[in-house]
């Protein structure tokens, strides 16, 4: 069965830091470009960042760059979101997707 199980949401204050993982289970997850979308409440879909199959490559969102990193571990099936400086606007809650597969996402909030 394919399966994406996110982890690592929580509640941080601005300026702190999160590290979100995405395991990958039922597929090849090295074979796929992996993503990551967030929604706020009350609003659509924002793509956040995307890395390729290898890891080599990385885009991000004009609204994130230069604060929040993603990387990838294809030996061990797993996403990873790292976040720093976070911000108010970046309470959502965070979904990976890899390939047509969408995890059940994870609460990020920030709030003093």
């Known amino acids: 069965e394919v399966q994406l199980v996110e982890s690592g949401g929580g509640l941080v204050q601005p300026g702190g830091s999160l590290r979100l993982s995405c395991g990958a289970y039922g597929f090849n997850f090295g074979d796929h470009r992996s993503t990551w979308v967030r929604q706020a409440a009350g609003k659509g879909p924002e793509w956040v960042s995307a890395?390729?199959?290898?890891?080599?490559?990385?885009y991000y969102a004009d609204s994130v760059k230069g604060r929040f990193t993603i990387s990838r571990d294809n030996a061990k099936n797993t996403l990873f979101l790292q976040m720093t400086s976070l911000k108010h606007e970046d309470t959502a809650v965070y979904y990976c997707?890899?390939?047509?597969?969408w995890g059940q996402g994870t609460q990020v909030t920030v709030s003093s």
């Open positions: 890395i390729d199959s290898s890891g080599n490559v990385t």
């Open positions: 997707k890899v390939s047509t597969a």
